[in-house]
């Protein structure tokens, strides 16, 4: 049976500030100081001098070895960030300057890149990685050298660290919304494949939980080491399966191989693409019968019709082109600037220590909704949405609008505390 798009869906265009006090309540953050940290992005102050040595802050992203894409992406929104920082006073008095290394898609090597800019470029946090094998390699430095590392990527969720900080969608984010809505949509069979590495297997253990929850069943699960190029074989597999839905969790170059594979199988009107971490990167490299109608469960599209969400774009075109990609990881890089520029000035100083008892439980108003940073456990509570391609853009399905994960400190001691 083909698979039919599913009708657009009204939706309601952002919180209000009811809807965001109601969160900030749930996250522990006063009303006043939400009402007003709420407002830092859209609101510079007045330019003063900058006489001082720069804030810096350094970036381990991958710019080579696969995933340089989104390290690209993390890269293109705090660059913005930092530009409306400095023009608009810096912060306590000082430019902010980023120092950016490439981590090569490498665990080691970002272990040895964050060990660099600690101790020899004196930066006041980290930003990165992308994958979680390198956020995990690195984080136990991090506590060594007592630096905070300040994570923009979705992941499985679980750590608890007083020296990290996860602007990330959890399972609870997207699995947990996101397979209801595939089962009452496309059916409640599924097939798991992604690949062989940390992030895949902890969410399809989520994944598993949640199609229980909605009596479904899950066909098979599979897993493949990168730099495969020939997925003819397990293609084949699904398609001796018939399920309704893959939950895909292939990143980077990897998933677009695969998905020029299984579109040429002809599997793409039978099977319903669930692909968890799509977005608007992946577009060009694909022909608009290859994307379309794939679905996924974000934190910011493109082509959100929300005022924060256009002008959000609007700038980031400016800066870098009409043709600059603007995907959720531009949106979650460029908060992360804007949080940590918070903390340094509620805390009032460059002191390490202070700056990370300073992060938590701010605001800021982000493109897809205001997000807060919460200080009991350092996850944010992210506005998410449901989106599927349609003619090479990603387009709404659904608003799920805010939720609030539950903490990734209950039932144990932050390390490092």
């Known amino acids: 049976m083909d698979q039919e798009k599913v009708p657009k869906e009204k939706v309601k265009k952002g919180m209000d500030r009811r809807d965001f006090l109601k969160a900030a309540t749930l996250a522990g953050v006063g009303a006043v100081a939400a009402g007003s940290i709420g407002k830092e992005i859209l609101t510079p102050k007045s330019v003063f001098a900058q006489t001082k040595d720069p804030v810096k802050v350094g970036i381990v992203l991958p710019l080579s070895g696969g995933l340089e894409l989104f390290g690209q992406q993390g890269i293109q929104g705090m660059k913005l960030a930092v530009k409306e920082i400095n023009e608009s006073g810096g912060v306590l008095g000082r430019k902010m300057e980023l120092v950016i290394e490439d981590n090569k898609t490498d665990p080691k090597t970002s272990v040895e890149k964050a060990t660099k800019l600690i101790q020899r470029d004196k930066v006041i946090a980290v930003v990165g990685p992308i994958t979680s094998g390198a956020r995990d390699a690195m984080t ?52 798991l494949f992604g690949a062989d590495y940390v992030w895949p297997h902890n969410m399809n253990i989520a994944v598993k939980k949640a199609v229980a929850q909605v009596g479904g069943t899950v066909l098979a699960e599979e897993y493949t080491p990168f730099g495969v190029k020939e997925f003819s074989g397990v293609i084949r597999k699904m398609a001796e399966k018939e399920p309704k839905v893959l939950v895909f969790t292939l990143p980077g170059a ?68 009409n043709d600059a990609v603007v995907s959720f990881y531009v949106d979650s890089h460029y908060g992360h600037i804007y949080f940590l520029k918070q903390a340094i000035e509620r805390a009032g100083s460059l002191d390490k220590e202070k700056v990370i008892d300073a992060m938590g439980d ?12 919460r200080a009991s456990d350092h996850h944010v509570i992210l506005n998410m949405m449901i989106a599927e391609v349609e003619n090479r853009t990603l387009v709404l399905r659904k608003y799920l609008g805010p939720i609030v994960p539950p903490s990734q400190c209950a039932g144990k001691k932050m390390v490092g505390a």
């Open 140 to 191: 136990p430095t991090m506590t060594k050298l007592k630096t905070p590392l300040l994570y923009a990527t979705d992941y499985e969720g679980g750590v608890c660290n007083r020296y990290l900080f996860c602007y990330s969608a959890l399972p609870e984010h997207t699995v947990y919304p996101f397979i209801p809505w595939l089962a009452e949509n496309y059916g409640k069979t599924f097939y």
């Open 254 to 321: 990897d998933a677009m191989t695969f998905v020029k594979q299984f579109h040429e199988f002809g599997l793409k009107k039978k099977i319903k693409i669930a692909f968890m971490g799509f977005n608007e990167n992946y577009m060009p490299g694909f022909t608009t019968e290859q994307a379309e109608g794939i679905v996924t469960c974000p934190h910011f599209i493109q082509s959100l019709d929300f005022p924060v969400a256009r002008e959000f774009v609007a700038k980031q075109k400016k800066e870098f082109g």
């Open 362 to 373: 701010q605001a800021i108003t982000a493109p897809g909704g205001n997000v807060i940073l």
